[in-house]
């Protein structure tokens, strides 16, 4: 079955180059050789290929987190600029982990060991880490300072400090807290494991996830009628397309077990849609009545009660109110009641914020994430600051494929910046590329992928990385997730060169 | 055999987005709109939000001179799409959702950078004048 879906990807593919005038062995021939060097990560092909400057820039560049955003940072910054000092705050020794890597690992499709990676063996050449947290910003005077009470100067500084999970807002699971997704977080498991639920949002918790859904699935096999639950807060969160992958991967394992039919499954996000994009927002809502999945738009999760295993949710809804001279329109009144729901199984996508150190500093903001030029990534008021990944506030950002075309941006910008003092018009903005692999089973990936400019009907497709329908689920792209992102983030991106 | 073609496939897929061949630039969004900013702006948002962008307390509404031109871009954002998020997190601006939908259906449509700057200027003007 997967050879026949992949041979109809295939002549597809086919019916594209043909329209190109390339055949596909010609294109393979073509990119073969490319794609071998740069598996190698050695290829001068790659290298080439993604135009890294080279800048004769001095000065000193402080990067706040050394995750995914910040190495990969560091990384192209040391590629550009070798007169540059780097230095990168970041107190996890485990922050380069591969958090998309945590789907899978709580689909039981890969063990936990995959997504761990060792933050010190991603340092580029000649940049220092100060393995400390950064919690005192003083922007007006270049200045931050470290829970060790260490004080590092800078001339630029490039904010890449990620999110909180904030699973302790949820009423219930205060004893959880916050915390981040890379690191030991067995406390959080605990306290999940405690009322019977779990999330993927850390490594940890993934891999207590599989647990939770085997237990589910032998519960259902055993022809018990069992009700499992996905939930999606009320705030930007990273990877906005996790919380629907682990439910359409307990579908799959439910299928597996053909225990399906006494599986209730159902989602709860706190918006009123799938998607922010049209067309995928569509091609999910047919996924979903295709397999039978339950979902109930504006309901917030927002007390755990672990002992009798009820989830309660904040539905609010708006209903035609006065009418409102000013718009010469009936205005609308907010309106909400407790809804409160039994599980068997609970997948709970937490609230996230940035980290209360920064939200709350100068270069934080009343939402608490850094404001930022959204086309250039420099701060909103400090112009020697910028800020990318998940603490930057930046609409539909958020997710690695994001990130990946945001750090190629601030270093552009930032090496002007040293150069001349400003960024000229002819430096590439980034446009709000965001890139969704929405697992829709296993074997299935739907590739979503869309910017700023893709919210009318039929404008999805403007970002996509082929020529062929976005909103199709294929094998290709689950072939793509399982076998090559992982590579290309780990060793083309980290190394600052993909 | 068929692994291979696959293998090859995901390669050229793969080279396709790092090389740049697929990353398409997105075309900014070229659209006209009926009414200038300014216009848009005097002819509705003032009526709640003040010459200034101070805001009225007594409509409850609030002011829109107290933030960057970025941040204010952020906030548009919001209003205008329901949400920043893409996956289903909603806004924290209901109201304002509805209303701004409203006035688009009426021809009130705006670039978001635009306005933001032109409340930027209200800020600074009004500071200006007192």
């Known amino acids: 079955m997967e050879n026949r879906n992949l041979k109809k990807d295939l002549e597809q593919l086919d019916s594209i180059l043909k329209e190109q005038g390339i055949s596909r062995r010609d294109a393979m021939k073509m990119m073969g050789l490319s794609s071998a060097a740069f598996m190698m990560g050695s290829g001068t092909e790659a290298e080439a290929a993604t135009e890294v400057r080279a800048s004769s820039a001095k000065g000193k560049v402080l990067i706040i987190g050394g995750g995914l955003s910040g190495m990969s940072t560091a990384a192209r910054l040391r590629n550009s600029a070798s007169d540059v000092e780097i230095t990168v705050i970041e107190p996890n020794g485990l922050s380069t982990q591969y958090q998309p890597g945590q789907t899978l690992v709580g689909g039981g499709l890969w063990p936990k060991s995959e997504v761990i990676y060792h933050r010190d063996d991603f340092i580029p050449n000649n940049v220092t880490v100060i393995e400390e947290k950064a919690v005192e910003f003083d922007p007006d005077n270049n200045t931050v300072t470290t829970d060790k009470g260490t004080k590092v100067s800078y001339d630029y500084m490039i904010v890449a400090a990620g999110l909180v999970l904030n699973y302790g807002a949820i009423k219930g699971l205060e004893a959880a807290g916050e915390a981040y997704s890379a690191g030991d977080n067995k406390k959080l498991v605990d306290v999940l494991n405690s009322v019977g639920a779990c999330s993927i949002y850390t490594a940890d918790g993934a891999e207590a996830t599989w647990e939770s859904m085997q237990k589910f699935i032998a519960d259902a096999k055993s022809g018990k009628k069992v009700n499992g639950l996905f939930t999606h807060p009320n705030t930007p969160i990273k990877c906005g397309g996790a919380p629907k992958k682990i439910m359409y991967l307990t579908n799959a394992r439910l299928n597996e077990a053909g225990a399906r039919a006494n599986a209730n499954l159902h989602f709860y996000p706190n918006g009123g849609a799938m998607f922010g994009i049209k067309d995928y927002h569509t091609a999910i809502v047919e996924q979903f009545k295709a397999r039978d999945f339950k979902w109930s738009y504006k309901h917030n999760l927002i007390a755990v009660d672990g002992e009798n295993k009820i989830a309660t949710f904040n539905h609010h809804w708006k209903e035609k109110g006065e009418w409102d001279e000013d718009l010469e329109e009936y205005g609308v009144v907010l309106k909400s009641e407790e809804v409160k729901v039994p599980y068997d199984f609970l997948h709970i996508t937490p609230p996230m914020k940035a980290p209360t150190e920064i939200a709350n500093s100068k270069i934080g903001s009343s939402k608490g994430w850094v404001p930022v030029k959204k086309e250039t990534l420099q701060h909103a008021k400090y112009k020697n600051v910028f800020a990318l990944g998940d603490i930057a506030a930046i609409p539909m950002g958020k997710t690695g494929g994001s990130a990946r075309k945001q750090y190629k941006v601030v270093v552009d910008n930032v090496l002007s910046m040293m150069e001349t003092g400003s960024i000229p018009a002819t430096n590439k903005e980034y446009a709000g590329y965001t890139v969704c692999p929405l697992i829709t089973n296993i074997g299935t990936v739907m590739l979503a992928e869309f910017n700023w400019a893709s919210k009318k009907t039929g404008s999805g497709a403007n970002a996509a990385l082929l020529p062929i329908d976005p909103t199709q689920e294929r094998y290709i792209w689950w072939l793509l997730k399982i076998y090559l992102l992982k590579p290309m983030t780990q060793y083309g991106m980290l190394s600052g060169r993909a | ?130």
Request: charge should be neutral; hydrophobic fraction near 30%; proline fraction near 3%.
């Open chain 2, 1 to 130: 055999m068929i692994k291979k073609i696959t293998t090859l496939t995901l390669a050229t897929a793969a080279i396709f987005a790092l090389t740049g061949c697929g990353d398409k630039t997105a075309p900014k969004e070229v659209t006209t709109y009926k009414y200038t900013t300014v216009q848009v702006y005097e002819k509705t948002c003032i009526k709640c939000h003040g010459a200034n962008g101070e805001g009225n307390p007594e409509k409850k509404t609030p002011a829109l001179n107290d933030r960057t031109p970025a941040e204010m871009a952020e906030d548009l954002y919001d209003v205008k799409n329901g949400g920043t998020g893409y996956g289903g997190s909603g806004t924290d601006h209901e109201i304002m959702e509805h209303n701004m939908q409203k006035l688009i259906d009426k021809g009130y449509d705006y670039d978001i950078n635009s306005m933001a700057e032109f409340l930027s200027y209200l800020a600074k003007n009004n500071k200006k004048n007192k």
